[in-house]
């Protein structure tokens, strides 16, 4: 072992993939929260991956309970603390967006309403990979997962990610931040001002998923970066119901770019790829705008994904008289 | 009674028929009684977070019944395979469907795999006295205890109790100390999962505890005693030595047994009672030692569809090849009272060998009554 892996709090030995995000985000995340934590974790690849018994990843106190709970947990322990008088020690929710969107949500939503002292980490992979690749809250419109497969009639998700940092901000979280496992710097500074906040706040961390969104774990990183490049993740902050984007990429690339690099993307039609391309810059457009970036424009719908029916075959033009 | 065991961590959701003791704790908390109260979403995060507390050095409480006990199914089992030493208290509640608030002991009985200790009592009087133990037993063999009581007919009576105060509970409870707690100092992981090579021995481990826990709950129920004159174990026998029938249940029911065994004997029937206090650990050598050879019924008010009712298979397992002759008698479901007539009618219908069968409990004359 390096001196350098004896550093990591996120010890090396995780059973993650070879370029796997989550993993990358767990190492960020920890180092740069420091010994002072304890870390609550959902159910999902992170856990099965750092605590086999009888090993650990984790230098940090770690304690994992089940898929749904672990805001409640967090609760807990927070109590406990504040009970025994300390207040130095944060808790952390580790948690996968399976846990966060669905299936632990009532209890993020009442962890969040009670306002309790907890940081909550969301590492966004955009689908259950633990389970073996199906659709989540998180999987963006047009991805094909085990539950949401491209056949004849439907051709991948139909319908759009939950606003998850919206979500979180109605809640009155002091501090929501969106980041990525790519832009190390971001992260770290926003992990650093969630961590500050006494009562709940939220990073919600891109981290792709090699296996399971279909690319090689040697592009994990460049995955990441150009998601955020063409506009289909943002680097953005909701802190005391403050917008702030912190990255602004001059040149956007199109949505095609990263989409090519992913097999659960390969089946889209150009008109799936045009839809994706208009939410893109809308949700742009609107995070500009709630930014404080550009004047607000008139309030429009949001375009209509393709219709998920059998193209039409062309209608002839008639011909001119 | 749970307050003067110096509670960290209270964390509570309303329902019939607890919500009072809900809203009680919350009374404590508000005048600094209990140092954190969690108003949890639901029964699933109130035991959830208890885990996160009692795993950080808490000593935790809550209290629920009905469907918010079946809605904590999940995490109970976590709690007991993550040993840690949480205490409810229950009140028996029947479930749904159909909809019913009233009592009967189908929420509890249907946990009884969950790794939790059991102790049903049969009076608020138990109730009081057997919270403080409750604690004792759970932190010592680090597993948690459910203290059941019956819904409305307990939970709601107004009965004169003595409850001992503070300095009684303190010098039979010693302080909190989880061994493994959760500490930047000392990192330990929690929690963790399993493989085919491991996760076995983790349930040997559970059962085994399990099991020699009754030692345990026999010391508490005595230490209690030599400080309140009132002592408990894990069964409670009413002059079964030489009766030549007995009743067996849990909960309420069995003061009602008591009167009629009363009754029988001053017309010379040889009958008795035995209140089956621990339902996990089952009581098995306890009730052999007891029951050898004798005509048993036992009352369930519980049920398994499309198997025996759940107690009398555990009595009749226990009983085997001792000769005894053991009846299953169950009802007194959602509510319907199991009163003296019906009890009398199963010392009757047990002269006349082994028998299952429902108790003939009429409907009662209007939704509230018992």
Known sequence: MSKQSEMHLYAPGHSGCPGCGPSNALIQVCDTLGKDIIVVNATGCMEITSSQYPETAWRVPYIHSLFENAPAVASGVAAALKAAGNDHTKVVVIAGDGSTYDIGFGSFSGMLERGDNVLYVCYDNQLYANTGVQKSGATPYGAATTTTVVGKVHKGKETERKPIMEIVAAHGAQYCASASIAYYADLQMKLKKAKAVKGPSFVVIDAPCCLGAGFDGAITMKVSKLSVAARLWFLYEIENGQYKMNFNPANPKPVKEPLELQKRFKHLSPEQIEHIQRMANLNYETLLEKSGMKPPAAPSQPPAPPSQAPPQAPQPTPAKA | ?370
């Open chain 2, 1 to 370: 009674m749970a307050v003067n065991c110096k509670l960290d961590v209270v964390a509570c959701y309303p329902i019939t028929p607890t919500t009072h003791l809900t809203e009680e704790l919350n009374k404590y908390y508000a005048d600094g009684k209990i140092p954190e109260y969690i108003t949890v979403e639901a029964e699933f995060s109130a035991i959830s977070a208890l885990i996160g507390a009692s795993a950080t050095g808490a000593r935790t409480f809550t209290t629920t019944g009905g469907q918010g006990l079946l809605y904590m199914h999940e995490p109970l089992f976590s709690a007991a395979g993550m040993r840690l030493p949480i205490v409810m208290l229950v009140g028996n509640r029947a479930v749904s469907s159909p909809l019913n608030i009233w009592n009967d002991e189908q929420d509890s009985i249907s946990q009884r795999d969950t790794g939790w200790i059991q102790i049903y009592c049969k009076n608020n009087q138990e109730a009081v006295d057997t919270i403080p133990q409750a604690f004792y037993i759970a932190e010592k063999i680090l597993l948690p205890v459910m203290v059941c009581v019956d819904g409305h007919y307990l939970t709601h009576a107004v009965e004169q109790v003595d409850v001992a105060d503070e300095s009684i509970v303190q010098k039979f409870l010693p302080p909190y100390k989880y061994p493994l707690k959760l500490d930047p100092e000392n990192p330990v992981s929690l929690g963790v999962y399993a493989n085919p090579t491991h996760y076995q021995i983790f349930r040997e481990d559970i059962m085994k505890d399990m099991e020699s826990s009754k030692e345990l709950i026999l010391e508490a129920g005595k230490k209690w005693g030599q400080l309140t004159g009132r002592e408990y174990g894990l069964i409670r026998e009413y002059m079964v030595a030489d009766a030549d029938r007995v009743i067996v249940g849990v909960g309420s029911l069995i003061d009602n047994v008591i009167t009629v065994v009363n009754e029988l004997r001053e017309n010379g029937e040889k009958v008795g009672a035995l209140h089956l206090r621990v339902f996990r650990p089952f009581p098995r050598e306890e009730l052999k030692k007891a029951l050898a050879g004798k005509k048993v019924a036992v009352i369930d008010r519980d049920i398994s569809i499309g198997g025996a009712a759940p107690i009398f298979v555990e009595v009749a397992e226990a009983l085997n090849g001792t000769k005894a002759e053991v009846s299953s008698f169950y009802g007194g479901l959602g509510g319907r009272g199991i009163k003296r007539t019906h009890i009398r009618d199963v010392f009757e219908k047990m002269k006349k060998g082994a028998r299952r069968e429902w108790i003939a409990t009429e409907a009662p004359k209007s939704a509230m009554s018992g």
